[in-house]
Structures are given as structure tokens and as C-alpha cells.
């Protein structure tokens, strides 16, 4: 006898049953295709997002195994934009640079490798989809292993999201590091421009009075200095406030 039992079925199915997919709790800034995660969702995002994904998908399911049709289509639904999702954090470490690509792949398939639970939670996810369809004598003790997984998945999903946070970590301090060679390159550049507009200046004035077009010009460029000072500043503390957050 299974420790998870659901109610028996009948011809009406009960209460709970007969409310519509929309009726869930939808997972927030869930896209509803693969390709809309993949388009405008950090992969940091997407990870934490299959967290939610998998209890939702877990609840469809169990209201799918008591004759709702409704449910069973959302929670195939769910199962595959799982199973999408999870191909595709996978897969980043073809897109990533050495290090953070093997931060990703011993996530996932090193000693402690979170891959294999999270594959044998969504194979479970479909053996119990499959028993509802077909209205399966078996679909209780199928939930019920269901069920029994969802602790082990979330602590595998949290594996890895920490795994991507980690590297999005990384990736944003490298970035810092870029922006403050650029911002220093970009003073150095403005101070010997103050040298070379000052030494305009001076000899605008010897030259008097056909010194001045030379004059104005120099003025501009010393304007120019001044406004290449103000950006900098502004990068600076961005890049300050950016190393803060993370």
C-alpha cells in the first residue's frame, strides 16, 4: 500500500479537480515558451526558475492523477518547458569561458553532480503523466515516488543556481575590472589633453592677435577635458555601485 494515496476516482471528479489550470498559482515571469526563456532571462533567473516550475509541476500532477484533463495538459505543459529549460543550463558551458564553464559542468556532472537527480525528478514527472492518462491503477504509487523526489530536486535545483550565481558573480567582476582600465585609459588621455590645450593657450597668447582663432580653439579643447573628467567620474562611481550590489 502506498503512503500516498489520492482519492478514489469516480465518474464526477471531485471538487478540486473541476477548477482550471489558471486557478494555480503561476510561477512568476514565467515565459510560456523555451524560446522565451531564452530570450530576455539571465541564466541565473532560469535556474532559480526551475525551482518554482518543479513545485508546480509536482501540483498539477497531483491534481491530474484525480481526473482532471485540465491539469494533466498543463502539467505536460510544465514538464516540457522543465525539461527545455534544463537542456539549455546544461548546455552553457559551450558558451562560457573556461573557468566558469567548469564551475557549471562539475554542477552538474561532477562527484556531487546534480544532473542525474534532476533528470530522474522530471523521468518521475512523466512515468506518474503517463499512468494519469491512461487512468493506470499504478498512478497513485507513481505520484507517490513523484512526490517523494521533490525534497532531492530542490536541493539540486539550489545546487545549481548557486553554480550560475557564482558565475555571473564572476563574470560581473571581470566586467568591473574591463571598465576600470577603460576609465583609467580614458583619464590619462584627458590629462595629457589638458596639457596639450594649456600649452595652446600659452602660446595663443605670445602670438597676440593672430594667436586667436588658435585661442578658441584651444578653449574648446580644454571644455572637451573638462566634460571627459565629468564621465569619468560618473563611470567610476558606477562601476563603485555596481561591485556594491553584487
Known amino acids: 500500500m502506498s503512503a500516498f494515496s489520492l482519492a478514489p476516482r469516480s465518474s464526477t471528479p471531485p471538487a478540486p479537480a473541476q477548477r482550471p489550470a489558471a486557478s494555480l498559482p503561476a510561477v512568476p515571469g514565467a515565459p510560456r515558451t523555451a524560446q522565451e526563456a531564452g530570450?530576455?532571462?539571465s541564466l541565473v533567473n532560469l535556474a532559480a526558475r526551475q525551482r518554482m516550475l518543479s513545485q508546480r509541476m509536482v501540483l498539477q500532477t497531483v491534481l491530474a492523477a484525480r481526473g482532471s484533463d485540465l491539469h494533466l495538459k498543463?502539467?505536460?505543459s510544465s514538464l516540457a518547458l522543465f525539461k527545455d529549460s534544463q537542456a539549455r543550463l546544461v548546455d552553457t558551458p559551450r558558451q562560457l569561458d573556461a573557468a566558469s564553464a567548469e564551475c557549471i559542468r562539475n554542477a552538474y556532472h561532477g562527484p556531487a553532480g546534480v544532473a542525474a537527480t534532476i533528470d530522474?525528478?522530471?523521468q518521475r514527472?512523466?512515468?506518474?503523466?503517463?499512468?494519469?492518462e491512461r487512468q493506470s491503477p499504478r498512478v497513485d504509487d507513481a505520484v507517490a515516488r513523484l512526490v517523494e523526489a521533490t525534497d532531492g530536486a530542490l536541493e539540486a535545483l539550489n545546487a545549481a543556481t548557486t553554480a550560475f550565481d557564482q558565475v555571473g558573480r564572476a563574470q560581473s567582476e571581470t566586467l568591473m575590472k574591463e571598465l576600470a582600465g577603460i576609465v583609467a585609459s580614458i583619464q590619462t588621455v584627458a590629462r595629457e589633453a589638458k596639457v596639450v590645450s594649456f600649452n595652446a593657450q600659452v602660446m595663443a597668447a605670445r602670438a597676440g592677435e593672430h594667436g586667436r582663432e588658435f585661442a578658441v580653439v584651444a578653449n574648446v579643447l580644454s571644455g572637451i577635458t573638462h566634460e571627459i573628467d565629468g564621465l569619468s567620474l560618473q563611470a567610476v562611481s558606477l562601476a563603485g555601485r555596481n561591485r556594491s550590489a553584487a
Not at 514527472?125 to 494519469?132: M, N, S, V
Open 39 to 41: 530570450a530576455g532571462m
Open 74 to 76: 498543463a502539467a505536460r
Open 120 to 122: 530522474a525528478f522530471a
Open 125 to 132: 514527472a512523466e512515468t506518474a503523466l503517463e499512468h494519469a
